[in-house]
C-alpha cells in the first residue's frame, strides 16, 4: 500500500468507529417524505424531474451544505483535540497527503448522501405510482451535478475547519451561510457564485441552454464550481502547509 494509502485508511477507520453515518440519512429520508407527501400532479413525461426538483428544495437548498460543514469539522475533530495534529505529523505523514485523505472522506460522504437520494427518489415515485419510464439521464446528472457543485464547498469547509480548533465555530459559519440559500437561489447574478446555493442549482433540471429556473448557464456554473474548487483547495492545503502545530 502507497504512504497515501494508508493515510486514507487511516482516516477511513476512524470514520468506520463514529456515529457520522447517521447523519447520511437525515437529508434524504426528509426529502423522501417530502416527495411521497406531495400532492401536485403533472404528466408521466416530467413527474420524475418535477419530484426531484422538489426534493432538492429539501436537500440540496438546506441540507447538503450544511452536511457538507459537519463532515468537514468532523474530519477534523480528533485532531484538534488532545494535541492531535502534533501526534499525527510527528509520524513520518505528508501535510499533502493527510489533507487530501480528510477532503477525500468529505466527498465521498457526501456522494453517499446523493446515492441515498437518489434511493429516496425511486423509493417515493413508486410509492406515488409514478408509471412512465424512469428518465434515467435527466435524473443521474443532477444527482451528479449536485455532488460535483458541492466541492468547492467542501474545500472551504475543510480550510475553515482545519484553521479553527473549535468544532462549533466552522458549523455556526456554515449555519449563517446557508440561511440565505432561498433569497440568493433567485439571484441571476450572485447565485451562480454563491457556494452554499451550487448545489441547489446543479440539481435544478435543465432548460434548453440554459441551466435550471434561473436560466443560468451550465457552461458557467461549471466553470465557476471548477474555479472555486481550485482556489479553495490550493488557498486551504497552503495554509495547512504553514499551519504551526
Not at 42 to 50: A, G, K, M, N, R
Not at 191 to 205: D, H, R, T
Amino acid at each position: 500500500m502507497t504512504a497515501f494509502g494508508k493515510v486514507l485508511a487511516v482516516e477511513w477507520l476512524k470514520l468506520r468507529k463514529s456515529n457520522i453515518w447517521l447523519l447520511l440519512f437525515v437529508s434524504p429520508v426528509l426529502a423522501s417524505l417530502a416527495g411521497v407527501l406531495d400532492a401536485e400532479r403533472s404528466t408521466p413525461q416530467i413527474e420524475w424531474v418535477l419530484l426531484l426538483s422538489n426534493m432538492a428544495l429539501i436537500h440540496a437548498l438546506l441540507f447538503l451544505p450544511l452536511l457538507t460543514g459537519v463532515f468537514a469539522a468532523f474530519v477534523c475533530r480528533y485532531e484538534h483535540t488532545g494535541g492531535g495534529w502534533k501526534q499525527i505529523l510527528a509520524l513520518p505523514v505528508s501535510r499533502l497527503h493527510l489533507y487530501t485523505a480528510k477532503f477525500l472522506i468529505v466527498v465521498l460522504l457526501l456522494a453517499v448522501s446523493q446515492l441515498l437520494l437518489l434511493g429516496g427518489l425511486l423509493g417515493a415515485g413508486f410509492a406515488r405510482g409514478f408509471g412512465g419510464p424512469i428518465p434515467w439521464s435527466q435524473i443521474l446528472w443532477p444527482i451528479f451535478g449536485g455532488w460535483l457543485a458541492t466541492l468547492p464547498l467542501a474545500a472551504l469547509q475543510l480550510w475553515v475547519s482545519a484553521a479553527w480548533a473549535s468544532f462549533a465555530t466552522p458549523l455556526a459559519l456554515n449555519v449563517i451561510f446557508t440561511l440565505p440559500n432561498i433569497l440568493v437561489a433567485n439571484s441571476e447574478t450572485y447565485g451562480p457564485f454563491y457556494p452554499w446555493v451550487q448545489p441547489f442549482l446543479a440539481m435544478l433540471p435543465a432548460r434548453d441552454d440554459s441551466f435550471g429556473a434561473l436560466h443560468t448557464s451550465l457552461d458557467t456554473l461549471l466553470y465557476v464550481i471548477a474555479g472555486g474548487f481550485v482556489v479553495f483547495f490550493a488557498a486551504g492545503l497552503a495554509y495547512f502547509q504553514r499551519k504551526e502545530i
